[in-house]
């Protein structure tokens, strides 16, 4: 009986488990919320790019320990930020995200993302850079971003869009409102449900086959697939981070954040 090799550890919140043409990437921050630093962002950037000349490999399945993603960590801070920040400097450090979804978009084998508990904001964007989504069947998805007064950035708009149409994008994305599981499935979002805890193996199903197929057409397919459903992508996306910057700092977000943590309804003016 063969053994199946201990996972490679990538980093500090990162682990690699192989097996055949399938690599299982986990994202562990150790609290089961996996909320999305930049340093925890850089090294699931810096994951995706190795694994982009990795040719022993035609599937990936990215998953979270505990749920998938809380999103934006607003707390920890960023080990490469400047202490006095410039504009630019605000700016540059708002390429950290977008960077991210963008590396995992490009990846030329199959990705999964197993999606248990929650996936909420940015965790969402990264859900929907990946081919699939798999989803245990008491996950839900969330975009908080506009009731507290800031844009969905990370060029994530027009993913939204090619999974579920502009209506339901509209109501997912603007609302905030928890999309569930069954929904999330209804509406496109989701490929697959399985039973709570599940969702990685179900997603390493999918996985092995994909791995079964002739490694070349899979990954030329692919790319032809996505260059035709994302062909006006970035024309359509590329200012999000700058509409994020000038958002950031309007009284509207000042309000929404306040009105968050103070368990009140915000009072927006527009400004």
């Known amino acids: ?13 990162l682990s690699l488990e192989r097996d055949g043409r399938v690599v299982i990437v986990t994202f562990d921050r150790g609290d089961g919320m996996n909320a999305l630093s930049n340093n925890a962002m850089r090294e699931l950037t810096d ?3 190795m694994l982009s000349d990795d040719t022993e490999s035609s599937a990936i399945v990215l998953a979270g320990k505990g749920g998938f993603s809380a999103g934006f960590d607003l707390k920890t801070p960023d080990s490469k930020a400047p202490e006095k920040p410039t504009l630019l400097d605000r700016r540059q450090a708002l390429k950290v995200g ?10 030329e084998q199959l990705t999964i993302a197993a999606v248990e508990r929650f996936c909420i904001g940015g ?29 969905m950035s990370w060029q ?3 993913r939204t869009v090619s999974l579920i149409g502009p ?12 999309l ?20 990685l193996d179900a997603a390493r199903a999918l996985a092995e086959r994909y791995a079964a197929m002739p490694p070349i057409p899979l990954r030329m397919t692919k790319q032809a697939i996505n260059a035709a459903a994302g062909a006006l992508n970035h024309a359509t996306s590329y200012m999000d981070r700058d509409q994020f910057l000038l958002t950031s700092m309007s009284a509207d977000q000042k309000e929404g954040v306040a009105a968050f943590l103070e368990k009140r309804k915000p009072d927006f003016t527009g400004d």
């Not at 009986?1 to 919140?13: C, L, Q, S, V, Y």
């Not at 960077?99 to 490009?106: G, L, Q, R, T």
């Open 156 to 158: 994530s708009n027009p």
């Open 47 to 49: 994951c995706a790019r």
């Open 98 to 107: 977008p960077d991210m979804c963008a590396a995992w978009e490009k990846l």
């Open 167 to 178: 209506s339901r994008a509209k109501r997912f994305t603007i609302l905030g409102e928890k």
């Open 123 to 151: 965790g969402v964007a990264l859900a929907i850079a990946c081919d699939h989504r798999i989803a245990g069947e008491d996950a839900h998805f969330r975009l908080p971003e506009i009731p507290l007064g800031m844009n």
């Open 1 to 13: 009986m063969t053994e199946t090799p201990e996972p490679e550890r990538f980093g500090e919140f």
């Open 180 to 199: 569930n599981a069954p929904q999330a499935l209804e509406w496109g979002m989701v490929d697959e449900i399985a039973p709570p805890g599940s969702a």
